[in-house]
């Protein structure tokens, strides 16, 4: 039996990593202690390994499906929603004065990470509530938090977020469905909404959806494009639940993994009207969302590393287990068998799964306390956190995205012929992570954003806070012995891609728009491989200044740790240099082909 996670490492990337511990000393947290956080940690462990974990074999074979009009889902679902409404983390994060706890957002990530481990189809249900929670918490008046918000912090209700649409998937300024206003001042929504995850089940008393749609006579493109609640039964003044709103299920999508998050087309207004309330001001719907989508891409990005690591443990406890071959020296047939961990190429597969996990995991968690710096540091600061959380937000989505599948491949080869039959569940997360490199925007999606905006952005300064930042660490790490080899991979590649960037975007109105972003995924790449590095580096020098004094357990957590750095310096930053040269010779490769030649 594997272990949900790796409990060991979150505690190293919580409190000897990042300064976790000492976010009491702000004042929102001033009621907190490590000791809290611990607690809040063993109880989300608790709750997912008991009921997450227990049906996701189950929702994977049993996809939902459409009964008497009704969706149905396995039962264990049921359950594990009212466990995680009993343990209070619909509102952990949120205000005292909203039944919250103040939890720091890093923390409530942490907390997160367990249930995708456990199980990534149950999560999605809770994933897309809170983060329709936070929004409104922004953007949606009091009297709308009053009615929308608080039954969803709460967790009597769920919510989605309704941007896709059949013709117009991430083409959002091509969307079609209308708000008409009515005389009370709330708008009538009218069209179709495509791949809305969690958009119809019978889990709780209603559903709020959060829909972009044009107002009536609106502009076109994205200035015309605003934010509604609109939910799945009509909501009175005092928030009580009435008659249908005519959101109607379509159709349920059925996705290759995933499997438990029922994911839907939705038409609104179909027999009567769908009632919506206009979110802000008019016009400003796409920049209310991205608050919502942002959040969701540093949730998507962890949820890769979960199923990565989830392959990684279960892989790992059948490679002690399992006996096979010998070692090259040995001559002797009738020796006994080695466990396969005493494989180089196994030992290979195995770090490298180490790799991705536990540096994917680094940069998410980093990620996460930017928004708590961002929420609570220093004001003089935040403007610059900003902007750094801006650029590395595409980064956080793609990388683990993209490399956790090759981790979960490198489960696969593990385990042999085991490892791609359903009596382990390694097959399934790789059919669940697949659709990540998908979720809230393919890699070209995310690459177009990371050189065509982020890293232009505000002149520049994004980026040249990431090289001050990680030019900080590289010049701390000079001493350490232990960590030169980490050291001296990150400061070549930072190089390498430092002439790259610069290179392509000094010629950018040159290039033209067409040319500038025909590699800018070589771009997201190698900024991501960058990235990475860097977060095993500063886990290195951490690892490095805990191992003199470590005993047992932790000195042989420590020495994988640097043995992990080693690897990611030899195997995987030197693949930086090809990334980095073809983005500056601004090849022309898949600009000039034609359609009719492929």
């Known amino acids: ?142 009297e709308q938090q009053r009615r929308f918000m608080r039954p969803l912090i709460e967790g009597r209700w769920f919510g989605t977020m309704a941007l896709s649409e059949p013709q117009a998937g991430s083409g959002l300024a091509d969307i079609t469905t209308t708000a008409t206003p009515r005389e009370d001042g709330t708008y009538a929504v009218s069209g179709s909404k495509m791949w809305i995850s969690g958009g119809e089940h019978e889990l709780t008393e209603n559903i709020v959806h959060l829909v972009l749609a044009r107002i009536q006579g609106g502009p076109a493109g994205v200035r015309g494009i605003s934010l509604f609640l609109v939910p799945r039964f009509r909501v009175d003044g005092q928030g009580g639940v009435g008659e249908s709103n005519h959101v109607v299920l379509a159709g349920l999508n059925h996705k290759m993994g995933y499997r438990g998050t029922t994911n839907t087309l939705l038409n609104f207004g179909e027999g009567g009207e769908s009632i919506g309330e206009l979110v802000g001001e008019p016009g400003q719907g796409l920049a209310q969302m991205f608050h919502m989508m942002n959040e969701a891409r540093i949730g998507v990005g962890l949820g890769a590393v979960m199923l990565a690591s989830s392959g990684y443990q279960v892989s790992l406890a059948y490679a002690r287990e399992r006996r096979q071959g010998r070692p090259p020296g040995s001559r002797d047939p009738l020796s006994p068998p080695i466990p396969i961990t005493g494989h180089a190429d196994v030992r290979r597969l195995l770090l490298r799964q180490k790799c991705v996990v536990e540096g994917g995991l680094a940069l998410c968690l980093y990620a996460s306390s930017l928004v708590d710096d961002l929420q609570t540091g220093p004001e003089a600061e935040r403007a610059d956190v900003s902007l750094l959380l801006d650029l590395l937000t595409p980064l956080v989505k793609s990388w683990p995205s993209r490399y956790a599948q090759d981790s979960l491949g490198d489960a696969i080869q593990v385990m042999g012929g085991a490892g791609y039959t359903r009596d382990y569940p390694v097959e399934m997360y790789y059919r669940d992570n697949r659709l990540n490199p998908i979720h809230e925007g393919t890699e070209g999606i995310q690459g177009n954003d990371l050189l065509g905006r982020k890293v232009t952005q505000a002149g520049g300064r994004g980026l040249a806070l990431l090289w001050a930042r990680m030019q900080a660490d590289l010049d701390g790490a000079a001493g350490d012995g232990v960590a030169d080899e980490i050291r001296r991979a990150v400061e070549i590649a930072a190089g390498q891609a430092r002439d790259a960037l610069q290179s392509v975007t000094s010629r950018a109105s040159t290039l033209g728009p067409e040319l500038y972003l025909a590699n800018a995924n070589a771009a997201l790449d190698m900024l991501g491989q960058l990235v990475v590095g860097w977060m095993w580096l500063r886990q290195a020098r951490a690892a490095a200044r805990a191992l003199p004094e470590a005993t047992g357990d932790d000195a042989a957590f420590y020495r994988g740790k640097l043995q992990a750095a080693r690897f990611f310096a030899a195997h995987e930053l030197p693949k930086v240099r090809a990334q980095a040269e073809l983005l500056a010779s601004a090849d022309r490769s898949t600009l000039d082909m034609q359609d009719d030649w492929f």
């Open 1 to 142: 039996m594997a272990p949900l996670l790796n409990r060991r490492d979150l505690q190293f990337q919580l409190f000897e990593l990042l300064d976790t511990a000492r976010l009491p000393e702000r004042p929102r947290f001033a009621d907190h202690s490590r000791e809290v956080y611990q607690d809040v940690l063993k109880l989300a462990y608790s709750v997912a390994e008991r009921h997450f974990a227990n049906h996701a074999r189950a929702a994977d074979l049993n996809e939902p499906h459409v009964q008497g009009g009704r969706v149905v889902l396995v039962p264990e679902v049921e359950g594990a929603m009212r466990a995680f409404r009993e343990a209070g983390f619909f509102s952990a994060h949120h205000d005292e004065e909203l039944g919250g706890l103040q939890l720091p957002w890093v923390v409530m990530q942490a907390v997160m990470a367990h249930f995708q481990a456990a199980n990534i189809g149950s999560s999605g249900y809770p994933f897309l509530t809170i983060g329709n929670a936070n929004l409104q918490r922004v953007f949606a008046s009091p």
